[in-house]
């Protein structure tokens, strides 16, 4: 079963407009949420992190927003650049677990427009 | 750069072969992981070590494949008797666990292909 869910498979959105990325998860044990990046050919690479104790955090061009009621969380991008094109995912962890491991997303491929 | 590497980038192997790839993570980082990435997929969680110690592994783990952390340091993957349905991005990670949070950072993957 798919804990973690991306229901986009892809975006494409004009430069300099806002992508917003959404991911919606089913296990109530997970409590710390992050988004990765991934271009072809290399590792995913760490964008930016939520834990469940807030309902959004914020890191320059990058916001996530977490809705806890509601088992989603969004990725907003603003304002959007080409170089922003990759494949995002969303993954989330169980701190009540011992091993943190990642449950990942299947990812949305966003396409920024120049 | 002091970021993850692994080694190789690329295999190509027959069916049947045995393989190994190895992961050196950020040097003071105390926890490593192992994942596989087929495509359309995210990451699957496969194992992972507190220091030099294995202390879970997934089903998707079969009995072909062990890991080992030697010295808590670097982190090899061996694949023996290579299945068609092995081919995948093998990625590796790791992270330095304060507070509960745990960002992992991840290699360029391992990229097997079995004839």
Redesign the interface.
Known sequence: DQQVKQNSPSLSVQEGRISILNCDYTNSMFDYFLWYKKYPAEGPTFLISISSIKDKNEDGRFTVFLNKSAKHLSLHIVPSQPGDSAVYFCAASARGGSNYKLTFGKGTLLTVNP | DTG?S?DPRHKITKRGQNVTFRCDPISEHN?L?W?RQTL??????LT?FQNEAQ??KSRLLSDRFSAERPKGSFSTLEIQRTEQGDSAMY?C?S?L?LN??????????T?LTVL
């Open positions: 993850v692994q926890r992981y994942y359309g997929q995210g990451p699957e969680f992972y202390l879970e990625l990670a992270s666990v509960s949070y745990n960002e992992q950072f991840f290699g360029p993957g990229r």
